[in-house]
């Protein structure tokens, strides 16, 4: 059964991060809140961990996972990063935006776009994963808790609990975060694409990209 941590939505406490930090580091996978929605996140270096997202979400090889990262200077060890995306970023984030990226190659080939080589990143401005990462002290995988036979993500720490309290093994209950995912943008082609339109607003994409 999956550990509640009951977080405060503007200070979370130290000491329920760092718990939520050791069930990570241990392996563990964990539903947490963001500046769009909730996500799950588990360790990069762990495959198995990955493949329970695969199938709580049902998702191919082909699906976009997302690497958050807590800086612009963690971004780069993991995507190829030209001026004009480093500027594009730069006024971005942190923010409700995912951007696609070719992937370096100090990037695991399990984390990248199995045809396009590609990776998300995104560098979210909520409380609660900024200081997860801070306690990581490295990026932490995602995605979006939007379950397969669902419209839209779940969105409060009760939901998650009575839908996937044996599949997972901690619940950061940070508040209701709604339901509206990222903005996502390919950064991987020139001009960039927008892929969905989620919450973060297009017209700093849009002034950027002409």
Avoid: N
């Amino acid at each position: 059964m999956a550990e509640y941590l009951a977080l405060h939505p503007v200070d979370p406490q130290p000491r329920l991060i760092r718990r939520a930090a050791e069930v990570v580091r241990g392996g563990g996978l964990i539903a947490y809140p963001t500046d769009s929605c909730y996500a799950l996140g588990w360790h990069l270096g762990d495959k198995h961990a990955q493949e329970r997202v695969r199938r709580i979400r049902q998702a191919d090889r082909h699906h976009h996972f997302t690497l958050v990262c807590a800086s612009l200077a963690e971004v780069g060890r993991f995507a190829r990063l030209e001026t004009w995306q480093f500027r594009m970023l730069r006024a971005c984030l942190p923010g409700p935006y995912t951007f696609l990226l070719r992937a370096t190659r100090e990037t695991p080939r399990r984390l990248q776009h199995e045809r396009r080589r590609t990776i998300g990143v995104r560098i979210p401005d909520h409380p609660v994963p900024r200081l997860l990462l801070a306690e990581l002290g490295e990026p932490l995988m995602s995605s979006t808790l939007l379950l397969a036979e669902d419209e839209r993500p779940l969105t409060s720490g009760s939901e998650i609990q009575a839908r996937l309290e044996h599949a997972i093994d901690a619940i950061l209950d940070g508040g209701d975060c709604g339901i509206e995912p990222t903005t996502v943008i390919d950064l991987s082609v020139t001009p960039p694409v927008i892929v969905r339109k989620g919450r973060g607003a297009l017209g700093p994409i849009i002034g950027r990209a002409l």
